[in-house]
Structures are given as structure tokens and as C-alpha cells.
């Protein structure tokens, strides 16, 4: 933490008000995410893989979308954009919480896959704009520290709101913020596009972003890691509701542990990590999710669960600031946007499949099997970055 106050004065003011805005919408949208799944489950009263669907369709919608509203915010700016996605996501909250119907949750992950990246995209292209290269390392771990102090604080507020009051008065808190946050925006944050990038043409940019094949190939492997680790978030919160008696308000406490580690490491780790091979520590990031996801199929009470959730914290820390940095250090400046919304995609696909994946082996097979297919989906990542790895050293 000494190094950390020692390196607050290197970055600009705008960075600091990405960081507290980070914070604040994570907080706000940590309230109902951690727990989306059995609220639609209760509210449809439908099984696993349907619900699960639900999230196939935010993924969907996300993939089809990004280039858009990643090139618009490349063209246009970044903050007009993060506006709207932050004012339309309020919307999508205050609605969501008196949807019973499946169909109606069917429309409405469909736009909240449009509009939920938009945030993030912007801020991670904003910090791409205003930080040198050389400091985007800690830059990105000090955002990574703002992700999840909203992580540690709001599935436990969330939690306890769903617990003790209920599941809709929780989605109208959780928009309410975000709506003030987007009027917070519009006042405190100054645009950091610069206008000459505002006039590059757009269809060599389209053709070269999926020509560069390093980065194609990192995203492939990074969605296969992502695959186990987004069960832990989404899935494992209603396999210990229903096989274990784990309610909400204890089943958040996972959440704040994962989430105060990274706030307490994160930074000390990346600043260790800087003069490692970056594909190297992808490697040892996607092995340790799919140790820490096998594990969970052989837990039975609850500090098991929280030691699985420790490790796959520790693949955290070095995977994920590892793969921003090295996407917005390859990306041409004129296209920050473009690159860390492909990267943004990728978490939405493993959103889509992850959850259909573990919901079907959870209804055809057993509920275990979901950390036992998850796990593997991480290994095979590991396997797809040692190759990016080897392929790169034999050239």
C-alpha cells in the first residue's frame, strides 16, 4: 500500500475519476449480478439450462454489438457513450425488477448485452489514451483494485437486501446509482479522444483488427480460461443454494473474499510481475482457474468453497491486468477502443457458453459435473497460450 500512495501522483486527474466512477458502478451492479441467476430462476420458475439461456443471449448480443459501439466511441469519442450505457442500464435495472416473464427476460438480456460492456470499454480506452506504456502495467492493476472494492461491497449490501428485504427493492437501489453516476459523468469527465484519430477511415480498421493474428489467437485462449471462471461468479452461487443450503448473504462472502484479495495483491503482484514474459504468466494463470475450478466438485462445506475461491483469486491476479495490458500495448492508437472491446467480448462469450455449458451437465449428468467440464475448459486454455508461447519463440 506504501508504493501505492507513493505512485498516486502519476497518474492524471481524469484517471482518478475513471477510478472512483469504476468503483461506484461496480458497487452499484455487484448488488443483483452475483445473484441473476436465481433471481430469473425464481422469477420464471424455470430450470437451470433455460436460465442459463438467458446469459447465452447477453452474450450474443454483446458479440454482435461491440464493433459498433466500440468503433462509434473510436469515431465519436468515448463519453457520450458511456453515458448512455450507463442512463439505459438504470432503465434496464428498474424493468428487470418487475419481469416474471422468461420471454420478457429473453428482450431484456438482449439489450442489457448491448449496453452493459459500454462503460467498461470506454474507461479501459480512456486509460489507453491518457497513460504512457510503460505505467499502463500499474495503471490497469489500480483499476483492477476499483473493480473490486465494488465487488467486495456490493454482493454483501445486495446480499443482505435480497436476504432481508427483497430481490426487486434491490434492482431499484442498483439503478438509481447508476443513473446518478451518469449524470456524475457528463459533469466531472472530459473527453480524451484526440480529434485527429476521429478521422481514420473505417474499413481498413475493420479488415486489419481480426488480420492481427496474435491477438486473435490470445482471445480464443483467454475465452476457454474465462469459461471456468465466469462458473464460479455465475454459476456457484445457485449450486450452493440447492445442494448445500447456502443462501445469498452467506454466499456473497466468496465474492468480498475474492475481491479483498485482489484489492490487498493486486497491485504488489503486477508491479513483480512486470519483467516476466506476459504469455508466460497467461500460462500460469489459466493452469491455476482450472485447478481451483476442478476443486469445487469435491468440496462439501463451506470453507472448501472459500479456499477454491482463494486459489482461482491467485490465477486472478496474474492473468487478468496481464491480458488488458498487453491487448492496449498492441493496439494502434486509433483503434484502443476497438482492441479492448474485442477483449470485452470475450468475457461475454464465456458468459454465453459458460453457463449453458454447466447448466446442461448439471441437468444431463450431475450437478458436479459442471466444475469437472469447467476445469477443463481452463486447461485447454493454458494449453492454447503455451502454444502461442512456443510458436512465437520458434519464430
Known sequence: MNNLRLNLNLFPKTYWLLFFGILISMTSVSFVWPFLTIYISEQTQTNLTVTSLMFTLQALASILSINYTSTIMDVYGRKPMMVAGMAMNAILLWIMSITTSIHSWSVLMIFYGIINPVFTVGANAMVADIIPKDLRPRAYAIFRISINLGISIGPLMGGWLMTYNSSQFTFIISGCVLLVLSLMLVIFIDETLSIKLKKIDEEINKIKIFSDKLFVKILIAYTLSLIGFIQMFFL???????????????????????????????????????????????????????????????????????????????????????????????????????????????FRASLGIGPLIGGLANDLFYPQMIWNVSGFAAFLGAVCFLWIHLSKKIR
Not at 514474459?277 to 493452469?287: C, R, S, Y
Not at 485447478?291 to 486459489?311: C, G, K, P, Q, T
Not at 486472478?316 to 476497438?338: G, K, Y
Request: one cysteine or more.
Open 236 to 346: 456457484l452461487p445457485i449450486y450452493l443454494k440447492r445442494h448445500f443450503q447456502i443462501l445469498e448473504d452467506q454466499s456473497s462472502i466468496l465474492f468480498s473474499v475474492n475481491a479483498s484479495i485482489v484489492i490487498l495483491l493486486q497491485y504488489w503482484i503486477t508491479k513483480r510481475c512486470e519483467k516476466i514474459n506476459p504469455l508466460i504468466l497467461m500460462i500460469v494463470g489459466a493452469l491455476i482457474y482450472s485447478v481451483s475450478i476442478y476443486s469445487v466438485a469435491f468440496n462439501e462445506v463451506f470453507y472448501m468453497f472459500v479456499l477454491s475461491m482463494v486459489l482461482l483469486t491467485l490465477g486472478e491476479l496474474v492473468i487478468n491486468p496481464t491480458i488488458t495490458t498487453f491487448v492496449s500495448n498492441i493496439a494502434p492508437d486509433h483503434m484502443r477502443a476497438r482492441y479492448m472491446g474485442m477483449l470485452d467480448m470475450v
